[in-house]
Nanobody, 116 residues
Framework: QVQLVESGGGLVQPGGSLRLSCAAPGSIFRMSSMAWYRQASGKQRELVAAITSGGITNYTDSVKGRFTISRDNAKNTVYLQMNTLKTEDTAVYYC??????????WGQGTQVTVSS
């Protein structure tokens, strides 16, 4: 089992910023696509942003222009920089690693709460 370690969640006011991090084993990280999902209370888990091993990114429409996904292969870590946060961004955020051979692994989740 591949262990993903997430960090960076917390409570922030609307308009504020947070940065999430997800670390993975180096042997597999560099060849894998990475993504951030979120699940709000009572809702289905949804894709927020993804980045391929080559650095190509995509975002769900609701976060375009506010969130940025990036990866540091030297640190085996993927980041999600979240700016101009809104109350509707409140959710548990999960990191997902997808290997070239079709396996997926999930982090434990980190709570992001946007509230005044």
């Amino acid at each position: 089992q591949v262990q993903l370690v997430e960090s960076g969640g917390g409570l922030v006011q609307p308009g504020g910023s947070l940065r999430l991090s997800c670390a993975a084993p180096g042997s597999i990280f560099r060849m894998s696509s990475m993504a951030w999902y979120r699940q709000a209370s009572g809702k289905q888990r949804e894709l927020v942003a993804a980045i391929t091993s080559g650095g190509i990114t995509n975002y769900t429409d609701s976060v375009k222009g506010r969130f940025t996904i990036s990866r540091d292969n030297a640190k085996n870590t993927v980041y999600l920089q979240m700016n101009t946060l809104k109350t509707e961004d409140t959710a548990v955020y999960y990191c997902r690693l997808s290997t070239p051979w079709g396996n997926s692994h999930w982090g434990q989740g980190t709570q992001v709460t946007v509230s005044s």
